[in-house]
């Protein structure tokens, strides 16, 4: 069975690189990794995608070991409007189950 | 774009009556829809797996009977609580995966559910 942990919570100041790393054991070999930030009381809101090595978008990068159990999400240089609940999401070794990570609350200080 | 929305954004209802909660792929279709529940400070946990023109496939511990999905069109599933109670409140969120895509789901913007 797919189990994800991902740290609770962290805390950063503006301008400041986070990497957020959410550990997947048993994950699908052919699907793709993907994270998502999270505002109260709205929707997921899709960041990067990667199924291994690394991915860079113009908001964030990602990066995968070739093992694939674990994935890093690195937001450079955050702001104040980054502080969210982080997700990575992930679908089960022969499963078609898709499983949420524990999320990181994410709070950026001035 | 690939924008999906709900509605309504937030119910109150009493208790032993339905409510039915829409979401709407608008800009793209979606073979595939699925529904999830967040209670608070929690993270998402998947309710079921709905696919166009079939029967909804839910996950243990979820009712089918109670949580009815209809998956009419590539662009609309819905969910309806049915009888619901003060214990189903919580706040439920859609995503659809495109037809052409291989894995990313997009959200709707979530449907805060009240039962008094």
């Known amino acids: 069975l797919a189990k994800t942990t991902q740290p609770i919570s962290m805390d950063s100041y503006e301008g400041q690189e986070v990497n957020i790393t959410c550990s997947h054991n048993?994950?699908?070999?052919?699907?793709?990794i993907t994270w998502y930030q999270q505002f109260p009381s709205q929707g997921p809101r899709f960041i990067i995608q990667?199924?291994?090595t690394k991915v860079t978008n113009e908001v964030a990068s990602l990066f995968i070991p070739a093992d694939r159990k674990s994935s890093t999400l690195s937001l450079p240089r955050v702001s104040l409007s980054d502080t969210a609940v982080y997700y990575c999401?992930?679908?089960?070794?022969?499963?078609?189950?898709?499983?949420f990570g524990t999320g990181t609350r994410l709070k950026v200080l001035a | 774009g690939a924008v999906v929305s709900q509605h309504p954004s937030w119910v109150i209802c009493k208790s032993g009556t339905s409510v039915k909660i829409e979401c709407r792929s608008l800009?793209?279709?979606?073979?595939?829809m699925f529904w999830y529940r967040q209670f608070p400070k929690q993270s998402l946990m998947l309710m079921a797996t709905?696919?166009?023109?079939?029967?909804?496939?839910?996950e243990q511990g979820v009712e089918k009977d109670k949580f009815l999905i209809n998956h009419a069109s590539l662009t609309l599933s819905t969910l309806t609580v049915t009888s619901a109670h003060p214990e189903d409140s919580s706040f439920y969120i859609c995503?659809?995966?495109?037809?052409?895509?291989?894995?990313?789901?997009?959200f709707g913007p979530g449907t805060r559910l009240t039962v008094l």
């Open positions: 995503s659809a995966r495109r037809t052409e895509s291989t894995d990313t789901q997009y």
């Open positions: 048993n994950i699908a070999t052919n699907d793709y």
């Open positions: 990667g199924y291994k």
């Open positions: 999401l992930v679908r089960g070794s022969g499963t078609y189950k898709y499983i």
């Open positions: 800009d793209f279709q979606a073979t595939t």
């Open positions: 709905s696919n166009e023109g079939s029967k909804a496939t839910y």
